[in-house]
């Protein structure tokens, strides 16, 4: 099957709020050494895109300047080397860019297949959270059965996926979110404490009351600003503080006689600048450590809403008005 030339695409017309995003005609990629071309039938919605698309977090060298981290749908064409896959096959993926278009080029090693059970839309909302959530989490804060872990902004697709992933994996999961419904469905989710932050005004009082003054093991915070001195204060001894971004800012006037004092730990991430090598890692991990999790349905995507692609507008300002609860979709093919 030839294919075309063109495509319909999203892009970034200038940088600025969600009316910049515009739909377009662009060019069908080319994959190259290692790569495949994946035709897109759902692109997931992040974060990320939405800084890229304020100006705030440019593609790395050589990636698509289109938005779009993640997507499902089918491989159209191989790049030279990439043997794992076949044309026709199935695949959800990370991608460097370029995910609200109707074709897309990634690493090959950088797809995985569809879980068993599920359709585009719940596929395409798990590469850009489980890459990040099991990484940030398992590979870097260490987080094992029995600790206690604490993660903000628990409504969200990387806050619900944490959630899971931490409860499956034995650990004791403690969350923040702005409302009561929020927090409720956190705990649906498994978290065994979700504190409403718009309520409660030192929710740092209410996780040592609730730990019985041990604080955590592990903090996943991608809050920052006038988070990081409190989340310093309730890690324990030997505890590990995981960035992963900064909704109000990365910086803050900190004490760190408390981080040796308490021999902590403190590490940062962004997933997008890794190497192909290292997202290969990650890629192999996630699916010897959570496909079958997700495939036995112990844990699963919170889908919020899915938007035309067109519609890429609506889909960012939904996401920055922070009232949803997990993923935002986009329905390309």
Same mark, same amino acid.
């Given at each position: 099957? $030839? ?36 035709? /897109? ?18 593609? !790395? !060298? ?45 690493? %090959?090693?950088?797809?995985? !297949? ?13 590469? =850009? ?8 989490? &398992? ?9 206690? +872990?604490?993660?903000?902004?628990? $409504? ?12 499956? &994996? ?8 702005? $409302?009561?419904?929020?927090? %409720? ?6 978290? =065994? ?18 730990? =019985?003054?041990?604080? /955590? ?25 995981? &960035?992963? +971004? ?9 004490? &760190? $006689? ?54 890429? +507008? ?17 329905? /390309?093919?």
């Amino acid at each position: 099957m $030839s294919l075309p030339t063109t495509m319909h695409a999203v892009e970034i017309s200038e940088p600025g709020g969600p009316e910049v995003l515009k739909p377009c005609e662009a060019q069908v990629p080319t994959p190259g050494p290692g790569e495949v071309l994946i035709q /897109v039938e759902v692109a997931g919605v992040n974060r990320p895109d939405c800084l890229q698309r304020a100006g705030a977090y440019p593609p !790395p !060298p050589g990636a698509s300047p289109l938005p779009g981290l993640e997507v499902a749908g089918t491989i159209a064409a191989l790049g030279e080397g990439a043997r794992r896959w076949q044309i026709g096959d199935a695949v959800c993926a990370l991608t460097p860019g370029g995910g609200y278009a109707a074709y897309c080029t990634t690493h %090959a090693d950088h797809c995985l !297949p569809i879980p068993s059970g599920y359709d585009m839309v719940k596929a395409a909302a798990l590469p =850009e959270t489980m890459f990040t959530v099991y990484y940030n989490l &398992f590979t870097r804060a260490r987080l094992t059965a029995g600790e206690v +872990a604490l993660v903000h902004g628990g $409504s969200s697709g990387i806050g619900t996926t944490a959630i899971q992933l931490g409860k499956a &994996f034995g650990a004791r999961m403690l969350t923040t979110a702005g $409302s009561a419904d929020k927090c %409720a469905f956190c705990e649906s989710l498994g978290a =065994e404490l979700a504190i409403n932050y718009r309520e409660t005004e030192d929710w740092k009082a209410a996780i040592k009351e609730h730990t =019985e003054g041990a604080g /955590v093991d592990v903090v996943l915070d991608m809050v920052g600003g006038p988070y990081i001195r409190p989340n310093i204060d309730v890690l324990k001894r030997d505890g590990r503080y995981a &960035f992963i +971004a900064f909704l109000k800012g990365p910086k803050a006037e900190v004490d &760190f $006689s408390k981080i040796m004092l308490k021999r902590l730990t403190v590490s940062g991430s962004t997933l997008r600048p890794q190497t192909d090598a290292e997202k290969a890692v990650i890629a192999a991990d996630l699916l010897r450590d959570v496909w079958p999790l997700l495939e036995s349905g112990r844990v699963k995507p919170i889908l919020h809403e899915t938007f035309a692609l067109d519609e890429a +507008a609506k889909a960012h300002a939904l996401m920055e008005s922070s009232t949803h609860i997990g993923k935002i979709m986009l329905a /390309v093919g």
